[in-house]
């Protein structure tokens, strides 16, 4: 539900170089081995190198956003951005975006109210880095806008906008926006209104263009494993020929005081959550950002949050939020809490005044624990280049250009006083600066059926007009990465299987360690614990889950509250969540602290209390969850689908969720069926255990030895899966409540496995069918042509253990369009099938996919996540090493095969959800 504003809560420490020898790249800054240089056309370059990392995060960042969009034409920025990607004078229309699939791992695109932000992915590769620089260069200096691609992008715009409105608090925000701002400044939503955006004339596209993408109002920003020399280098060459200009005035966000707004109280009825929030807002303020940058965490931390023990431990909501938007123009704070129909509204507004404006002051404990706890998430920006590259960029923005700012405010953060903190929360948090803002379900009249209006025959818009496409790629070039990235592969799959320990006890558990050096200094651990069998788990689906969430809150020696300390002491954390007919434990912990953790955590697990006051609190919580309507579109869709496939009784672990059902059994639940539980299955006969990160292997082993080799249970155990089922083609058009967007949801069976032969070819089929939004075959069929979505995705899931696979689609479409995207789907695939695919697009995509497994193999964090599935499937990394050799012989012919073999476009199952469709039944099998 909540928005993720910028908090003061991030951090980096990263190693950085000198540079020479560039005439016209000067070093300006250098701060905390972060390094600011600067070209003779004034564009500014900020390096952060970080060896360790196995990507570079690259954004270039210009000064203007929708503050700056002329009155009368609101979204110009927006829409300029979604056109910068149609081509240049000299890498001319599809072939810019196939260039940036072809050099990146992700590229994307965001305008804001300050700014307007090209982010780009890559490996730590010349070449990759090279092209992106150079593809930037052409952005910002010889951009093509083209007049024929207006109308698209204009629906697809919108399509996002309709995103927006369907999210409720996206929704109260731009209200209350709207009451402190009007329809200027903050008030005009950086996404357009359709009436503005049609209104744009190509001149006014093209003069906001020149004015404001110059080399002097931007910045690039990169992030992670690079050759300073060499980047600086390619921008030299790239960026210093374009000449700086002279840059408008940036528009001024008003004086922002709370007092003068008249409107404070707002309302949202959309979608079924019910939530009260208070939000506190006033003018500038820089000084007390850093108290009220812990402000979520004081008052809605579990379980010492004052206002999670005042609301949630006594039952008056069911849960509690708080975020921050800390900006030069303005501060706010958001406190809310999340509620139940059984909770009284009224309780709830006067519990969150009283828990906020009247707090009792906090005391040093309290603050010294967020302080610990906004300090490791600091030390963990060291390891994450897109992270630390997103913090530098954001501000750049918010602090005009002072991007070192930020130390300031970490240093801010820790050199707080307790009695500073209270006097900043104090002061600020008021009924002066209080807003209200309601969200409750949509109402009853909003639920019925509507009738559809008869759908006009769609225009084409003029991106579908006849052009010269331009020549693609030669497959060659895309074979020769293939090549290469298969050799490096094997390098490191070989390397990787070398240093990973393999065993297991006598009692059956395996165990992988992989001793290694992880880039944020921390070590892994992944406990899964398998057992029972369909017959003896047979209604205890919620028993399995208040059992796993219960597991680490309490022990007989240690309370939650000495749990949370302990995580926050060693830098980690410790989860436990069902899965299955088993539970999966993560724990993770710097890595000086980790075995003294570790030990901790397996004493909680070994000795669990079970508190009666924490199973009464999940229970109460869980039960206000259920207790919801479930009428939104996504929601509506899934539960539809899930009916319609289902092939088991109600009360076997595999049935899908039925809300009722599930109220049922979590009201008959009680402690001791969970202890009884825990008693007779948890056990770690068909169990695994992977640890990755820094320590000694030798003395690892025997500690897990100690630890696991005699907990044992004699209770059949049977793995539970799920068979292939054939089903029929059909189409339902389900009723859901009133939104922008409907949800169409569809699955075609196929009797394939992980292991099958054929896998390799259908992944490659569903990256071509899906994979990017914009270029693939669904991408340019949905989106781009007709701009019935603003986003779609495409999945094959293959079964782990069984022959049994489906291709999955999913798209969230303008309501009453859910026939367009069934018959695009179909011609899609009916093309597929007809034509198949081309070498080109076989090439790409296995040159793209070998690209993002490399990527994968060069983070240890990502292999650990490997080692607990090849345990239980009795494989290794040789596994992956075969598939990538499936993947790199894969011819067209192959692809094709494989199309014409398994997808059946008739046997498509298709649920749609919207306002136009009509009511479902409630499963009752």
């Not at 931007?218 to 600086?232: E, Q, S, W």
């Not at 959550?273 to 003018?283: E, Q, R, T």
């Not at 693609?472 to 390397?495: F, H, N, Q, R």
């Not at 939104?739 to 032969?757: A, C, H, M, W």
């Amino acid at each position: 539900m909540f928005m993720r504003f910028k908090q003061l809560t991030l951090s980096l420490c990263l190693i950085g170089i000198s540079a020479s020898g560039l005439a016209q790249t000067v070093l300006v800054k250098n701060q905390q081995n972060i390094e600011e240089y600067k070209l003779d056309n004034g564009f500014r370059v900020i390096l952060a190198p970080n060896d360790r990392e196995n990507k570079v995060f690259v954004n270039t960042v210009y000064f203007t956003g929708s503050l700056n969009d002329p009155q009368g034409k609101g979204g110009l920025a927006h829409l300029l951005e979604h056109l910068a990607f149609k081509g240049t004078q000299d890498v001319k229309g599809d072939e810019f975006q196939r260039r940036l699939d072809q050099y990146t791992l992700m590229t994307n695109a965001s305008t804001d109210y300050y700014s307007t932000k090209y982010t780009n992915i890559v490996r730590p590769e010349k070449t990759a880095l090279d092209q992106i620089i150079y593809l930037e260069s052409q952005r910002m200096d010889k951009l093509v806008l083209q007049e024929k691609f207006v109308p698209s992008e204009i629906n697809i715009v919108m399509r996002e906008r309709e995103v927006r409105m369907d999210q409720p608090f996206a929704v109260l925000m731009d209200q209350m926006w709207k009451a402190a701002y009007g329809n200027k400044s903050l008030g005009r939503l950086p996404i357009g209104d359709l009436n503005e955006l049609k209104s744009i004339k190509m001149d006014e596209l093209n003069k906001f263009y020149r004015a404001w993408y110059a080399p002097n109002n931007a910045v690039m920003v990169v992030a992670g494993k690079f050759n300073k020399a060499d980047v600086l280098k390619a921008i030299d060459e790239n960026f210093s020929p374009i000449p700086a200009r002279a840059i408008p005035e940036q528009a001024k966000v008003p004086l922002l005081d709370s007092s003068n707004i008249k409107l404070r109280n707002f309302m949202v009825q959309k979608g079924s959550d019910l939530a009260k929030f208070h939000i506190y807002m006033n003018g500038k303020n820089e000084k007390i950002q850093p108290a009220l940058a812990l402000s979520p965490y004081l008052y809605t931390l579990q379980p010492s949050g004052h206002l999670y023990k005042s609301m949630v431990e006594t039952g008056i909501a069911t849960n509690v939020e708080a975020t921050t938007w800390l900006n030069p123009d303005f501060n706010l704070v958001f406190m809310g809490a999340i509620y139940s129909p059984t909770n009284d509204s009224n309780k709830i507004e006067s519990a969150l005044i009283s828990g906020v404006e009247n707090n009792a002051e906090f005391n040093q404990t309290e603050l010294s624990r967020v302080k610990n706890l906004v300090k490791n998430a600091a030390d963990s920006m060291l390891s994450n280049s897109v992270a630390v590259g997103s913090m530098l960029s954001e501000y750049v923005v918010s602090n005009k250009g002072d991007w070192g700012q930020y130390f300031k405010d970490q240093q801010a953060i820790q050199s707080l006083s307790v009695s500073d903190t209270n006097k900043t929360l104090k002061e600020f948090l008021t009924p002066a600066h209080r807003f209200s803002g309601d969200i409750k379900p949509t109402p009853e009249d909003q639920k019925k059926a509507m009738q559809m209006q008869k759908d006009p025959a769609q225009k084409k818009t003029l991106d579908q007009t006849v052009e010269q496409p331009e020549p693609l790629k030669d497959p060659s070039v895309y074979k020769k990465e293939v090549a290469e990235y298969l050799a490096t592969s094997k390098t490191y799959l070989d390397a990787t299987e070398k240093k990973i320990q393999r065993g297991s006890f006598k009692n059956g558990m395996q165990y992988a360690l992989f001793p290694t050096q992880t880039r944020d200094n921390k070590t892994y651990a992944t406990l899964t614990v398998d057992f029972g069998t369909v017959d003896s788990l047979f209604n205890q689906s919620e028993i399995l889950d208040l059992t796993a969430y219960l597991l680490l809150r309490a022990s007989e020696q240690y309370s939650l509250q000495d749990i949370a300390d302990k995580s926050i002491d060693a830098g980690g954390l410790a989860t436990a969540t069902a899965d299955g007919n088993g539970m999966t434990i993560q724990i993770v912990a710097k890595k000086e602290k980790f075995e003294d953790f570790f030990k901790y955590i397996i004493e909680v697990m070994k000795n669990p209390k079970f508190e009666q006051s924490q199973f009464d609190l999940i229970k109460s919580q869980s039960l206000g969850d259920l207790d919801r309507p479930y009428t939104e579109p996504d929601v509506v869709a899934a539960m539809t689908m899930a009916r319609l496939l289902e092939i088991y009784k109600q009360g076997d672990l595999r049935h899908h969720f039925e809300p009722e059902y599930a109220k049922t059994q979590l009201k008959a639940a009680t402690t001791d069926q969970v202890k009884a539980l825990y008693k007779k299955f948890f056990a770690m006969n068909h169990a695994e255990i992977a640890i990755t990160g820094d320590y000694d292997a030798k003395n690892m082993q025997k500690l897990l030895k100690k630890e696991f080799a005699n907990w044992n249970s004699h209770q059949p155990y049977q793995r539970i899966t799920s068979e292939f089922v054939k089903y029929p083609g059909q189409k339902v058009h389900a009723l859901s409540e009133q939104r922008e967007f409907g949800n169409y949801s569809s699955i075609l069976t196929i009797p394939v496995g992980v292991d099958n032969k054929d896998a390799a070819a259908l992944v490659i089929f569903n990256y071509i069918l899906g994979d990017s939004q914009l270029s693939s075959r669904l991408g340019q069929e949905l989106r781009e042509k007709n701009a019935l979505v603003y986003g779609f995705n495409s999945d094959i899931d293959l079964d782990a253990y069984q022959e049994s696979g489906a291709l999955k689609i999913e798209a969230n479409y303008t309501a009453g369009k859910s026939a367009q995207v069934s018959e695009v789907v179909h011609k899609v695939l009916n093309e597929l099938l007809a034509k198949g695919v081309t070498e080109q697009e076989v090439e790409a995509a296995k040159a793209s996919i070998m690209k993002q497994r490399v990527t994968s193999l060069e983070d240890e964090r990502v292999i650990h996540r490997m080692l607990n599935s090849q345990l239980d499937r009795n494989k290794n990394m040789s596994s992956r090493a075969q598939r990538d050799l499936e993947f790199a012989k894969l011819s067209k012919a192959d692809v094709d095969a494989v199309i014409k073999k398994y997808i059946q476009p008739e046997r498509l199952v298709e649920v749609a959800a919207d306002q136009y469709g009509q009511p479902q039944k409630q499963s009752s099998k």
